[in-house]
């Protein structure tokens, strides 16, 4: 007996008192609400419960602080318990979705959301955004089972690009790449009371997080980082991860019987270079391959696209696998006008790309597989794009970067998720009256410069292959005056409704009241409870004397939450000027009733509306309401004028 404990049981029970210890320590600290990790969802202030939002800091679950950028979501508001009247839609996904390096109205989700709403206006459209900067699938997977609790109706996925190099990605850094039992296990333990002690101790004695964005900081980390190459161990093990995280999505919806629609992705193909392309040194060749492919880039900038392409197929003969080789060879091609060879070789650079900054073709194959195997919708993002760039090689006129889609690239994005909603038949037909538009809503220079602004920097130094330079060689897409106020924005108050109302502001200076509008509409896309771009865009109407449009802009004003005294009155007096007497009389009766308007605006209201109705022949109404204004205010001369007169009966 004392052998079997000193050979078994004692070293048992050694193992088993850290453990038990740890046990406690967890149900102590849930006892006492101590280390609790980060919520997914909070209360949105000042609603009492009714509104939550997504933490915008969750992403602390996943970064480590001290190395990397914490990525944000975004903290749009939605109800708690979905009404009847909802239609939520849940979008997953990296960067891309959550719009880098754009924002607010500018990712796919929320020009989806303004496509929903105008095509079903008596619907409530919820569009979620769960997109976050630089994670892996594993990821979303973690975060999954919250997400899922919103009760969405349909769930959208546009996953892929960082599977090696987002968090719990295979390669070297984010962290090391592991097993997947190890990746689970460590994002069981991060949920753990015992796991969030831990991540606040290190970051207690960590430095601050750097001043930069989690995808710039991912690129700067690894731009020395190890080869991957296609067919690699590392390379296939990192594909039949997607592969089976995107399983556990598809399986996780369909036990929740919510709709699934994935979507493939998209790169750069045209306009960014291979990050690295690996030289095949085995033949002893490896000094004359990178001599031809140098020649072969200078015979290119030349234009000289034959000899040029005979050099790259030269190199491509004695190394098939150089990224390089085919990006130039595809660059000759497209020179002669032969795009449809040149798409091959495009792609067949981006595959080799041996720095996995844009998913393979493998990918999207991934994605077309699982969908099919699990009977998901699939959107060919990948072909859309490519059936509206030329040559059907997608590039910058659609990309803001590698991988990124622009403003105009994230609504093509939104419209054809749209239609991929449609054909589930989740919702009747849209409203007859609507029409899809061909541009993204609320869009404007101001957007474009602050997102290719963020990442100017980033796209000049390794390791893209741009010239290198500063924010002073940027080319803006507007003038210098969005190039200024982005410049605030940017590294100053990072208040994005500031920025265009400043935009605005400026425009008026100039007497470009169209150019005012739109940044003021942007404003509207992006807040479509507030009246105040409305009522803005009513204003410039009004300076016109456009009547029809600015009664317009003020009734968009009305539907939205908030008084409508003011309102009210000023698409009184509006209609006035129309001579739409009705509608002016229905206007000023709203505004002459409205309560949080003061004594003396109560009283213009309902002078206004007496004056109308005098002139419209309801004596008996009108002098009911002047009685009215001068019981509250006997002093009020115009309506002492206008009740004697009405009276005398002289008018």
Same mark, same amino acid.
């Given at each position: 007996?004392?052998?079997?404990?000193?050979?078994?049981?004692?070293?048992?029970?050694?193992?088993?008192?850290?453990?038990?210890?740890?046990?406690?320590?967890?149900?102590?600290?849930? #006892?006492?609400? $101590?280390? *609790?990790?980060? =919520?997914? @969802? &909070?209360? %949105?202030?000042?609603?009492?419960?009714? /509104?939550?939002?997504?933490?915008?800091?969750?992403?602390?679950?996943?970064?480590?602080?001290?190395?990397?950028?914490?990525?944000?979501?975004?903290?749009?508001?939605?109800?708690?318990?979905?009404?009847?009247?909802?239609?939520?839609?849940?979008?997953?996904?990296?960067?891309?979705?959550?719009?880098?390096?754009?924002?607010?109205?500018?990712?796919?989700?929320?020009?989806?959301?303004?496509?929903?709403?105008?095509?079903?206006?008596?619907?409530?459209?919820?569009?979620?955004?769960?997109?976050?900067?630089?994670?892996?699938?594993?990821?979303?997977?973690?975060? #999954?089972?919250? $997400?899922? *609790?919103?009760? =969405?109706? @349909? &769930?959208? %996925?546009?996953?892929?690009?960082?599977? /090696?190099?987002?968090?719990?990605?295979?390669?070297?850094?984010?962290?090391?790449?592991?097993?997947?039992?190890?990746?689970?296990?460590?994002?069981?333990?991060?949920?753990?009371?015992?796991?969030?002690?831990?991540?606040?101790?290190?970051?207690?004695?960590?430095?601050?997080?750097?001043?930069?964005?989690?995808?710039?900081?991912?690129?700067?980390?690894?731009?020395?980082?190890?080869?991957?190459?296609?067919?690699?161990?590392?390379?296939?093990?990192?594909?039949?991860?997607?592969?089976?995280?995107?399983?556990?999505?598809?399986?996780?919806?369909?036990?929740?019987?919510?709709?699934?629609?994935?979507?493939?992705?998209?790169?750069?193909?045209?306009?960014?270079?291979?990050?690295?392309?690996?030289?095949?040194?085995?033949?002893?060749?490896?000094?004359?391959?990178?001599?031809?492919?140098?020649?072969?880039?200078?015979?290119?900038?030349?234009?000289?696209?034959?000899?040029?392409?005979?050099?790259?197929?030269?190199?491509?003969?004695?190394?098939?696998?150089?990224?390089?080789?085919?990006?130039?060879?595809?660059?000759?091609?497209?020179?002669?006008?032969?795009?449809?060879?040149?798409?091959?070789?495009?792609?067949?650079?981006?595959?080799?790309?041996?720095?996995?900054?844009?998913?393979?073709?493998?990918?999207?194959?991934?994605?077309?597989?699982?969908?099919?195997?699990?009977?998901?919708?699939?959107?060919?993002?990948?072909?859309?794009?490519?059936?509206?760039?030329?040559?059907?090689?997608?590039?910058?006129?659609?990309?803001?970067?590698?991988?990124?889609?622009?403003?105009?690239?994230?609504?093509?994005?939104?419209?054809?998720?749209?239609?991929?909603?449609?054909?589930?038949?989740?919702?009747?037909?849209?409203?007859?009256?609507?029409?899809?538009?061909?541009?993204?809503?609320?869009?404007?220079?101001?957007?474009?410069?602050?997102?290719?602004?963020?990442?100017?920097?980033?796209?000049?130094?390794?390791?893209?292959?741009?010239?290198?330079?500063?924010?002073?060689?940027?080319?803006?897409?507007?003038?210098?005056?969005?190039?200024?106020?982005?410049?605030?924005?940017?590294?100053?108050?990072?208040?994005?409704?500031?920025?265009?109302?400043?935009?605005?502001?400026?425009?008026?200076?100039?007497?470009?009241?169209?150019?005012?509008?739109?940044?003021?509409?942007?404003?509207?896309?992006?807040?479509?409870?507030?009246?105040?771009?409305?009522?803005?865009?009513?204003?410039?109407?009004?300076?016109?004397?456009?009547?029809?449009?600015?009664?317009?802009?003020?009734?968009?004003?009305?539907?939205?939450?908030?008084?409508?005294?003011?309102?009210?009155?000023?698409?009184?007096?509006?209609?006035?000027?129309?001579?739409?007497?009705?509608?002016?009389?229905?206007?000023?009766?709203?505004?002459?009733?409205?309560?949080?308007?003061?004594?003396?605006?109560?009283?213009?209201?309902?002078?206004?509306?007496?004056?109308?109705?005098?002139?419209?022949?309801?004596?008996?109404?009108?002098?009911?309401?002047?009685?009215?204004?001068?019981?509250?205010?006997?002093?009020?001369?115009?309506?002492?004028?206008?009740?004697?007169?009405?009276?005398?009966?002289?008018?």
């Amino acid at each position: 007996m004392i052998v079997f404990w000193r050979r078994f049981l004692f070293p048992l029970t050694l193992a088993t008192i850290p453990v038990l210890l740890l046990a406690v320590a967890e149900g102590l600290f849930r #006892l006492t609400g $101590l280390f *609790e990790p980060e =919520p997914l @969802v &909070v209360d %949105v202030p000042g609603s009492d419960g009714a /509104f939550v939002s997504f933490n915008p800091v969750v992403g602390r679950r996943y970064f480590d602080v001290s190395q990397d950028a914490i990525p944000r979501l975004t903290p749009e508001a939605f109800q708690r318990t979905k009404s009847v009247s909802t239609f939520r839609v849940l979008c997953l996904g990296e960067s891309s979705t959550a719009g880098f390096p754009f924002e607010s109205q500018v990712p796919f989700p929320r020009q989806l959301r303004q496509l929903l709403m105008e095509a079903y206006p008596e619907k409530q459209m919820e569009v979620l955004n769960a997109g976050m900067e630089s994670i892996s699938s594993y990821v979303i997977v973690d975060l #999954l089972p919250e $997400l899922l *609790e919103t009760s =969405p109706d @349909v &769930v959208l %996925v546009y996953t892929g690009h960082n599977e /090696f190099y987002g968090v719990h990605g295979s390669a070297r850094s984010l962290p090391r790449g592991r097993s997947d039992a190890v990746v689970r296990a460590s994002l069981a333990v991060q949920k753990t009371r015992i796991g969030e002690m831990a991540r606040r101790i290190l970051n207690l004695l960590s430095p601050s997080s750097p001043e930069s964005t989690a995808a710039d900081v991912l690129i700067k980390r690894l731009a020395g980082d190890e080869d991957i190459v296609l067919g690699s161990p590392r390379y296939a093990r990192t594909m039949e991860s997607f592969r089976v995280n995107l399983g556990r999505i598809a399986s996780a919806c369909k036990e929740r019987k919510i709709p699934v629609i994935f979507g493939t992705l998209v790169s750069n193909d045209r306009d960014q270079p291979p990050f690295h392309s690996v030289i095949d040194a085995s033949r002893g060749h490896e000094t004359i391959l990178r001599g031809q492919l140098l020649q072969g880039e200078q015979l290119l900038a030349e234009g000289d696209w034959r000899e040029g392409g005979e050099v790259f197929q030269r190199v491509l003969q004695d190394d098939s696998g150089s990224a390089d080789a085919h990006y130039g060879f595809a660059r000759a091609l497209m020179m002669k006008g032969d795009t449809a060879g040149a798409r091959g070789h495009f792609v067949a650079a981006r595959n080799r790309d041996a720095m996995r900054f844009r998913a393979s073709s493998e990918a999207n194959s991934i994605l077309a597989s699982v969908a099919n195997e699990n009977g998901i919708a699939l959107v060919d993002l990948a072909d859309i794009f490519a059936a509206r760039a030329a040559g059907r090689v997608i590039g910058r006129e659609w990309m803001s970067d590698h991988l990124h889609p622009n403003p105009q690239g994230s609504y093509v994005m939104a419209a054809a998720y749209f239609v991929a909603i449609q054909k589930l038949r989740l919702l009747p037909p849209p409203d007859s009256l609507f029409r899809p538009r061909q541009t993204a809503y609320g869009v404007t220079s101001l957007d474009w410069d602050i997102g290719l602004m963020r990442i100017f920097a980033m796209t000049h130094r390794p390791p893209f292959r741009n010239r290198p330079g500063t924010l002073d060689d940027y080319v803006p897409v507007g003038d210098s005056g969005t190039v200024r106020i982005a410049r605030e924005y940017l590294f100053g108050h990072h208040a994005w409704s500031r920025a265009h109302t400043d935009m605005a502001q400026e425009y008026l200076r100039r007497g470009d009241r169209d150019a005012a509008r739109r940044e003021y509409q942007a404003l509207a896309v992006y807040s479509r409870d507030d009246p105040w771009p409305y009522q803005m865009v009513a204003e410039t109407y009004a300076e016109e004397e456009n009547w029809p449009m600015r009664s317009t802009a003020l009734r968009e004003a009305l539907k939205r939450p908030g008084p409508k005294g003011m309102l009210a009155y000023h698409l009184g007096l509006c209609e006035v000027k129309r001579g739409r007497a009705p509608q002016a009389i229905r206007a000023l009766t709203v505004a002459a009733e409205a309560p949080e308007l003061t004594s003396e605006e109560l009283a213009n209201a309902r002078f206004q509306l007496a004056d109308l109705l005098s002139n419209v022949g309801q004596t008996k109404d009108a002098i009911d309401i002047l009685s009215r204004i001068l019981q509250a205010d006997s002093t009020h001369a115009s309506a002492k004028k206008l009740l004697s007169s009405l009276e005398r009966g002289t008018r």
